[in-house]
């Protein structure tokens, strides 16, 4: 597997994949990769013949009083992830290599970052779309693979690619849970033991609204009432938001009809847990979505 870490390297890497013939795919993490990340180079290496992992902390898009510094950063054990699952090149830059200068220039998607995580996390969904925006420029991927997980950046990131017509193909993958229901994620080891014991209540409360749905209930605010209070089986979770939002436009419904994502944020401790589900009414089997 190759390795770069400066923007000149990773593009001379890709230059000779291409001049050999081979599609591109990509993959942007901020490392500490677990299996929903092994998951998207899976997904990449069975799609494209030459595979990028980049592997950055972007500073842009942590709020004050965030993360950033307590990020995990395992990267020998990341770069051994990539390796064992196939991937051709990870590309590690520093944050100077990133950002040389004090940018003028952001990447800016409007409304869809508005509502849900673009509530409490003012600016992050700009620092997200401006390193992807970036991060695509440098390595000029065919496609970009992405987790359902983070389904309102995976919007986002969709709709800039459209918008800004930028040459390569978005794809979602579906989120990957542990046996309990818990949806991987690289913040899921800040949790104390009681803590994640107690997490999953967040995938009961989407189980609890996809047997609603089941059952024909359509209404948003009778099915965000009941999950509100599977959520209040634990005390200390903090819930941000229950919403029930059209999956493209992320505008609230008074009714479940069509393509429609049910998302939830909330607190455990220091711990932001996010999680949803899509369901499309039209097409029944993908009501039981959460597994
Ligand atoms: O989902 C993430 O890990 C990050 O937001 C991304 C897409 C790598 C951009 O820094």
Redesign the pocket.
Known sequence: MQRATTIAQIRTYVAEARAAGKSVGFV???GALHVGHVSLIEAAVRRCDYVVV?I?V?PT?FCPGEDFERYPRPFERDVELCERHGAHAIFAPSPVEMYPRKSLTWVTVEKLTEPLCGRSRPGHFRG?TT??TKLFNIVGADVAF??QK?AQ?ATVIRRMAADLNMPLEIVVCPTVREPDGLAVSSRNQYLSPQERQEAPVIYRALRRCAEMLDSGRRNAAEIARAMNEILSQVPSLQVEYVSIVDAETLEPVDQVRGRILVAVAGRLGSTRLIDNIVVDIRATEGIMAPR
């Open positions: 942007p993490t901020m980049s950055f972007n898009q997200v390193v992807c992405f987790g983070d950046q």
